[in-house]
């Protein structure tokens, strides 16, 4: 091995999900002692090629060198036996176990007689915890943790393992401002040893402050790599958001009718977040809200949707106040929330596209009890037909449409109740960019028939797209509360759609790593 | 310690009722010879062949799986066991219950983890399947064993005053109790079961965990079997029958979780003995058959309900 071989060294690695490229071609290389960042919107690949990296995928092409050795056989127990480590953002948790017996798993310490020895498990792992200079309990069941703690706890479990990579996806997230001085503390300290970190995060800030060297991906190809001398952070928001966002800067954009305020928060808190919130919906507007993840925006729409409780506060429909108690409340005062997670909490997948579309009106359609068939496929067709569901028949399971198809069912779901407020939470994810721009014309549609929605997007282009007004979150808290036009760059001729679409989206990244800053300064 | 061990009274309230309804039995059935120390021994041994597949089945349970064949097993091993001693002697025997828990213990592990089948559904297949081959082979006949030796070491055999059945509960329990809670085995078993792609993604065989648990259960069921052919001096498809909801009885009441990752053996064996105990002081205060039933449903739902975690 040569003095000057790369930590890792990933070269033209493609990998395709059913037709789609999650990465093509892409090369990716790292030195030992260095910080690398690996930066991309949602979708850019970053993810994919870290499953990769540590052998939860196979990739189609292209060839993995850990300290110049190939890589030839793809598992998990592979990667790590070059030494490859990685947080999983809790995935890699059993909640049963220990903290320790989680840190050490696979790897436990044995008394003479080849027996688990839990207490010099704990007595380590409480050493880690001193060498990142935080407490965690080593006896704590990890299912009793909060967020914070489970993710140190990841972080123990990846150095734990004496690795020459370690990877560590978005850690900082759940972080207190001061664990997270303390972890980059520590990475100074690994990295003075030659350990090569790859670090991914949506924090420029951080990224800034910790980082050698970037790599930006984007739509899955390779955009560039340079030392962060040369990336001041508009220059990497530029090249992350790229020009990328053909098809939906023709999305016609009418000026919306603003009608009386639909829905109002007075100071409404939920019990982790959101908290404090106060905001006016007007019937025919579309309300955005931008933030990275655990800012409180989903929390918002679960509160608002009566499916986590309201602590505090008031919520006014209409201009009269309603009490929330249960989802049933939240519909019957003409909210419907078309959840995160899809395949969990919005379809069942082995239903059939009927049964699904009726799932929230099956009262409406019943007479004694029982259903009537035909109402029930009057009000399949008619969805179908008005979303443009492509399926083969009414009666196809949901589970063999497409992800943008299944949106479109669980929209019309909801639909059916006949909304007033209509909240989407990240509607777009996981589904092909047709589908998607189709999504969004919705949108645009129902909020030009009357209706109040609020849509939550990490992808800021839609976001732009799609909405009147944009609401910035962090903490549970809302920062800042801007117009659309409010993010235009007038500099940009008005006919070039997509560069003034690419220009807002800069405008409005700057904005969250703002709030993020401010956030930082509140708690320093 | 002490404090400790009521503070967390709900993990524990399988100890904490085991001596209560002891000593309940104890003042209100002191006369009718619940003390007597035959009475006792008597719950140990009409308790041990559940205990011994109960303590697999905490292996099961946590792992995230369940076995529903383990009554028909024990059936199916007392006459492959019983004809197989008239054939070819004890040791023939022995060979035979071994090989059958093998034998169904790795098709049920192939069906669950190659196939895809759940195995509540291939472990319910196999319950008729067992049972029907146990009768098939003997002709729905009891097949008597008459191997004094085998049928002491088997059951029906006392070491000075201890009998031989709660050598065999305490043994393996205290093997089971260790594997559970200090194996790299065990604790594979306890991750699998609380957070499946967790376990995966630290390198742990998950698939393979699986088949063994499911290996495990049947030869202990299979073990069970012999068990109870060496007790009645026979083998007969009937032994065993329902003895599978007595056995997830065990685990559960012992705090084991049906959904995986939390299991302990010594409390399933309490569990056992519990289920034994009320059994047999049901027995004692004179309840009829139906009473008992319905007494003994009360009791575990009692002691299931008091154990449960309030969010």
Redesign the interface.
């Known amino acids: 091995m040569s003095v000057s071989a790369a930590a890792v060294r990933m070269t033209g690695i493609s990998k395709t999900f059913g037709g789609v490229h999650a990465l093509d071609d892409v090369s990716f290389e790292v030195m030992p002692g260095e910080v690398h960042a690996l930066l991309g919107g949602n979708g850019a690949g970053k993810s994919t090629i870290l499953k990769v990296l540590n052998g939860?995928h196979r990739p189609d092409k292209g060839t993995i060198e850990v300290g110049g050795v190939p890589l030839t056989t793809h598992t998990?127990?592979a990667s790590?036996a070059a030494g490859i480590a990685m947080n999983?953002q809790e995935?890699?948790?059993?909640?049963?176990?220990t903290v320790a017996?989680n840190i050490f798993?696979?790897r436990?310490y044995r008394v003479g007689t080849?027996?688990?020895d839990d207490r010099e498990a704990e007595r380590r792992a409480a050493d880690l915890f001193a060498l990142l200079d935080v407490f965690v309990d080593p006896k704590a069941l990890v299912g009793d943790l909060g967020a914070g703690q489970k993710q140190l706890t990841e972080i123990a479990k990846a150095i734990s393992q004496d690795a020459k990579v370690l990877v560590l996806d978005e850690p900082s997230t759940a972080l207190a401002v001061s664990d997270v001085e303390r972890l980059f503390v520590f990475l100074h300290k690994l990295k003075a040893k030659g350990v090569a970190i790859i670090y991914v995060s949506h924090r420029m800030d951080e990224i800034a402050r910790i980082a050698d060297r970037a790599t930006i991906l984007r739509d899955g190809r390779h955009v560039i790599t340079a030392p962060l001398s040369e990336l001041p952070i508009d220059t990497m928001i530029e090249h992350i958001v790229g020009r990328r966002s053909k098809g939906l800067s023709d999305i016609e954009r009418s000026a919306a009718v603003r009608g009386d305020v639909l829905l109002e928060l007075k100071n409404v808190s939920g019990r982790h977040k959101p908290e404090n919130i106060s905001l006016t919906l007007h019937r025919g507007e579309v309300l955005g809200l931008a933030g990275l993840l655990g800012s409180g925006r989903s929390s918002l729409a679960r509160v608002i949707a009566g499916i986590d409780p309201v602590l505090k506060g008031e919520i006014r429909i209409k201009g009269r106040a309603v009490v929330i108690r249960k989802p049933g409340d939240a519909i019957a005062a003409g909210v419907a929330l078309v959840p995160e997670a899809r395949a969990t909490q919005g379809i069942i997948p082995a239903h059939s596209v009927a049964s699904n579309m009726i799932l929230a009106v099956i009262d409406r359609l019943s007479a004694a009890g029982l259903v009537d068939t035909k109402a029930a496929n009057d009000l399949t067709d008619a969805q179908i037909e008005r979303l443009r569901v492509k399926t083969a028949s009414r009666d196809h399971a949901v589970s063999t449409l497409s992800g943008g198809n299944q949106q479109k069912v669980v929209i019309g779901k909801w639909l059916a109740t006949n909304p007033d407020i209509l909240i989407l939470d990240e509607p777009t994810a996981g589904i092909d960019i047709g589908s998607k721009s189709e999504i969004i014309r919705l949108v645009r549609e129902l909020a030009a028939a009357g209706k109040g929605i609020i849509m939550i997007s990490s992808e800021l282009s839609e976001l732009l797209t799609a909405c009147d007004r944009i609401l910035v979150m962090t903490e549970g808290r809302v920062h800042q509360d801007l117009p659309r036009e409010a993010l235009e760059d007038p500099s940009v001729p008005a006919d070039d759609l997509a560069h003034r679409l690419q220009a807002a989206e800069q405008r409005l990244q700057i904005e969250i790593q703002k709030a993020l800053a401010l956030q930082e300064v509140s708690h320093g | 310690m002490a404090n400790a061990f009521f503070a967390n009274w709900r993990q524990n309230i399988i100890y904490i009722g085991f001596v209560v309804i002891f000593i309940v039995f104890a003042m209100t059935l002191a006369d009718k010879g619940f003390l007597n120390p035959n009475n006792l021994l008597n719950i140990v041994r009409q308790t041990a062949m559940i205990a011994v597949m109960a303590i697999a089945m905490t292996f099961v349970l946590s792992a995230g799986e369940i076995d529903l064949s383990v009554g028909a097993v024990a059936g199916l091993s007392t006459v492959t066991v019983a004809m197989a001693i008239a054939v070819g002697g004890p040791i023939a025997g022995v060979g035979a219950g071994i090989a059958t828990g093998l034998a169904v213990g790795m098709f049920n592990g192939w069906l669950t983890t190659r196939v895809g089948i759940p195995s509540f559904l291939t472990t319910l297949a196999m319950m008729g399947i067992a049972k029907g081959v146990a009768m098939w082979i003997s002709a729905t006949a009891a097949v008597p064993i008459l191997s004094p030796g085998y049928s002491w070491l088997f059951g029906g055999g006392n070491l000075g005053p201890v009998p031989v059945l709660l050598l065999w509960m305490a043994v393996l329990g205290g093997i089971g109790h260790i594997v559970l809670r200090r194996s790299g085995f065990g604790r594979r078993v306890l991750a699998t079961g609380g957070g499946e792609t967790a376990a995966r993604y630290s390198g742990i065989d998950t698939k393979s965990v699986k088949f063994k648990v499911l290996v495990l259960s049947s030869l202990a069921a299979a073990l069970a079997g012999m068990l109870y052919a060496g007790r009645l001096q026979s083998g007969r498809f009937q032994l065993g029958e329902g003895d599978e909801l007595s056995v997830i009885a065990a685990a559960v009441l012992g705090g084991t979780s049906l959904f995986g990752g939390k299991g302990t053996v010594i409390g399933t064996i309490v569990g056992a003995l519990m289920i034994g105990l009320i059994n047999n002081g049901l027995i004692l205060m004179g309840l009829e058959f139906s009473q008992q039933l319905i007494a003994r449903g009360g009791i575990i739902i009692l002691a299931v309900a008091l154990s449960q975690k309030r969010s």
């Open positions: 939860v998990p127990e790590r999983y995935m890699s948790l059993v909640p049963t176990l017996q798993l696979t436990e080849g027996l688990i």
